[in-house]
């Protein structure tokens, strides 16, 4: 199975900047697209960014020029770069990979724990 440990949320004043990690461990062949999620209190869960294995990125128009997602596959680790936070990013932010362990042929997604990202005004 595949675990996914976040790191790097906090409390920062508006227009500040915050850099999440997240680790993927365990035991998997190969992870495929990873991404960043969150959930703002009372709102649904929202995909925030996503990269391919290649390095390919797609993000909401919320957060395009602000945010910058990367991965690095040799430690298999996939960053969220965030700039000029604003109030509204306020939310728990989860890190998702799409893995396929050893003992499966389709790949799964894992989630990680969340981490809690405050933008005060």
């Known amino acids: 199975q595949v675990q996914l440990v976040e790191s790097g949320g906090g409390l920062v004043q508006a227009g500040g900047s915050l850099r999440l990690s997240c680790a993927a461990s365990?035991?998997?062949?190969?992870?495929?697209?990873m991404g960043w999620y969150r959930q703002a209190p009372e709102k649904q869960r929202e995909l925030v960014a996503t990269?391919?294995?290649?390095?390919?990125?797609n993000y909401i128009n919320s957060v395009k020029g602000r945010f910058t997602i990367s991965r690095d596959n040799a430690k298999n680790t996939v960053y969220l770069q965030m700039n000029s936070l604003k109030p509204e990013d306020t939310a728990v932010y989860y890190c998702?990979?799409?893995?396929?362990?050893?003992?499966?042929?389709?790949?799964?997604?894992?989630w990680g724990q969340g981490t809690q990202v405050t933008v005060s005004s």
């Open positions: 998702n990979a799409n893995a396929r362990p050893y003992d499966r042929i389709i790949p799964l997604d894992y």
């Open positions: 365990g035991s998997f062949f190969r992870i495929n697209a």
């Open positions: 990269i391919t294995s290649g390095g390919s990125t």
